[in-house]
């Protein structure tokens, strides 16, 4: 009996050992998962304590843009508040009728008085208006895209907020007003994009696939239905030409611009041409390869465009054929000084020039009245293309950066060649 007694107890000891290990564990693996709750715990009250933080932050944020914008709004109100002032005192028509009447009195108009002209009717008649819009529209035909940009803009930009639709030019764009309440200048970084807007989008022309001159008229009318386009074929039988040309050409600071689309020459003022007795200036010339003329169906390896302007705004060029022959030591110059950038002029120290140097020794030539070459393909421009032409050698016309920028021949539409 004792020794069943020490058995039981023996057991029993093992037992009560069990029990208490288990315990013990058991209050081991609370303590644990409720160690590990806690800190699980304390790291989403940490997370949760971020988040508020980017939250206020972020408040912040959209407080100070939100004061921008009432700065913004402000400036907009002040402006709205002038407009409707100017548009007050033109709204009785009377500066309107005077300065119709003094102008149908000319003969002519500059692209500046016909956008002048235009703005004047919006203020006057406001955007609904019909004589308003061919006024903006008529301003563009007249356009002088190379040297009148800023008119060719306020033409678009106009005629995009009376709700037509334009296609405007990426150079047109206009980004809206800046911080300090002026409006800032239009962009042009990206000349190759197409951005679809609201009222218009960005356009970019070229020489080659969607881009090349048989799509120029989709985006700029007159160069799809003009009648007097450039350039042409030169083939006889030719009128008498009577008029007589006499350059006097200057040398000055040699001034040269890649703009994407040629390599053109900026000219300081002093270079004259006259026609007959009506004096032109020469503002710059440019090249084409190849000749954008023919003569006789035949094209010349590259031609060089020069272009002049009167005092009553009217174009003239003078076309120098280029044929592949000897080394052309102004064309050496020239190319010797190309610009290292696309669309900035670049302008060489101490480099000076003399465009005389470009023309050759007689001034004969073929005349016709066309238009520009390049879009918006404004007519009314007359060309004087000389007979004889000038040498330029292989590696010279290699080393254009050029391939292909040349406008294909445009129909004769009855006009007449002549030559001197």
Request: aromatic share 8%; proline share 5%.
């Amino acid at each position: 009996m004792q020794k069943i007694k020490e058995i039981i107890k023996k057991y029993l000891r093992a037992a009560l050992e069990v029990i208490l290990i288990a315990a013990l564990v058991a209050a081991g693996g609370f303590a644990y998962w409720n160690f590990a709750g806690k800190k699980h715990l304390v790291h989403e009250i940490a997370e949760l304590t971020e988040q508020v933080e980017d939250a206020e932050h972020e408040t912040e944020k959209v407080k100070e843009a939100l004061e921008e914008s009432e700065k913004s709004l402000q400036a907009l109100e002040d402006k709205q508040h002038e407009f409707e002032a100017v548009k007050s005192a033109f709204a009785n028509g009377v500066l309107l009728q005077d300065i119709e009447t003094l102008y149908k009195a000319q003969k002519s108009l500059s692209t500046e008085r016909q956008v002048g002209l235009a703005a004047l009717r919006l203020l006057t008649k406001g955007a609904g208006d019909p004589d308003t819009v061919a006024a903006f529209e008529k301003s563009l035909e007249m356009a002088e895209w190379n040297t009148r940009l800023q008119s060719v803009c306020a033409a678009q930009n106009a005629l995009a907020a009376a709700g037509q639709k334009v296609t405007l030019l990426s150079e047109c764009q206009r980004k809206g007003p800046a911080k300090d309440g002026k409006d800032k200048e239009p962009e042009a970084k990206d000349k190759h994009a197409k951005k679809e807007g609201d009222k218009g989008h960005d356009v970019h022309w070229g020489y080659e696939g969607d881009n090349g001159p048989e799509h120029w008229g989709a985006n700029f009318p007159i160069c799809g239905k003009g009648k007097k386009q450039s350039p042409l074929n030169i083939v006889g039988p030719f009128e008498k030409g009577k008029d007589t040309l006499a350059v006097a050409y200057k040398e000055g600071q040699l001034k040269v611009i890649n703009n994407g689309h040629t390599i053109q020459v900026n000219v300081e003022p002093g270079s004259k041409l006259t026609i007959n007795k009506e004096e032109f200036d020469l503002l710059q010339f440019h090249f084409h390869r190849p000749s954008e003329e023919q003569v006789d169906g035949k094209n010349s390896a590259m031609v060089a465009h020069f272009v002049h302007k009167s005092a009553a705004g009217k174009l003239a060029v003078i076309g120098v054929l280029l044929n592949e022959g000897k080394d052309n030591a102004a064309i050496k110059t020239l190319w010797a000084n190309l610009p290292p950038k696309e669309g900035e002029e670049y302008v060489p120290a101490k480099v000076k020039f003399n465009p005389g140097q470009m023309l050759p020794s007689s001034l004969s030539y073929y005349a016709y009245e066309g238009s520009l070459t390049t879009p918006p393909c404004t007519e009314g421009v007359n060309f004087y293309i000389l007979k004889t032409p000038v040498d330029i050698s292989k590696a010279q016309v290699a080393k254009f950066p050029f391939k292909l920028n040349a406008r294909p021949v445009q129909s004769l539409n009855g006009r007449k060649i002549s030559s001197d």
